[in-house]
């Protein structure tokens, strides 16, 4: 079993039993943390394979590392998938998109609904943060960051669909809590229009609460992988 002591990368790719890493990883392995040849490193292909390595070329840009071992690890038991309205401020959703990751979400979707305060999104930007708090948190799968979609195309998922709602049973979160796989609609600062709510109804989209406080949406959406994952 491998141990990461340290901290873990993430290659720009991998080729046989050698990694190669970009400039920026390759910047923060030399210059920062004053790795040299011979010395070890951690690293992950995020879709479940961990890597122990020794430093091959120890460029100030340009790293690689022969692979010494590697782990599979199985795909988690509880998956959830977030479906969330990015507030205005993408410093807030930028919070939320690294807690969510840290704490194990599976899948993340930008989505525009009714009174959505942002149209647009990086999912580059959401990429790389995401990335970020991979490496953060040890994880050895990345989640898929999915690009912004309308809310109403987001019900052909094959597994229960929720939608966080103030005023929804409070026993509800005990069901998703308790489910394997899921996903979470999350709603912008306005919440959701009624046609959107008779719409979630029409395609059996349950409600979940999570708690009586009104979350900003950021803040739900924390709470939702919190209780998910940590029931």
Known sequence: MIRVRGQLFIPEFIEGNVAAFDEVESRHIIRVLRKKTGDT???TDGKGTLFRGEILQAGKNNVTASITEREV?????????VFIAPP??????????????ELGVWSVTPVISRFSERKKINTEKMKKIALSAVKQSLRVYAPAINPMRKLEEIFTADYPVYAALCDADPLSVRQFAASE???IIIGPEGG???EEKDLFARHGIRTV???DNRLRTETAGI?????????
């Open 73 to 81: 690890f199985p795909e988690p038991e509880k998956k959830l998938h």
């Open 181 to 183: 796989e899921a996903g």
């Open 192 to 194: 959701f229009s009624p």
């Open 88 to 101: 205005k401020s993408f410093d807030r959703f930028a919070v939320f998109l690294e807690k969510a990751v």
């Open 223 to 231: 709470a939702a992988v919190c209780r998910f994952y940590q029931p």
């Open 41 to 43: 490193l951690y690293f």
């Open 209 to 211: 609460g999570f708690g």
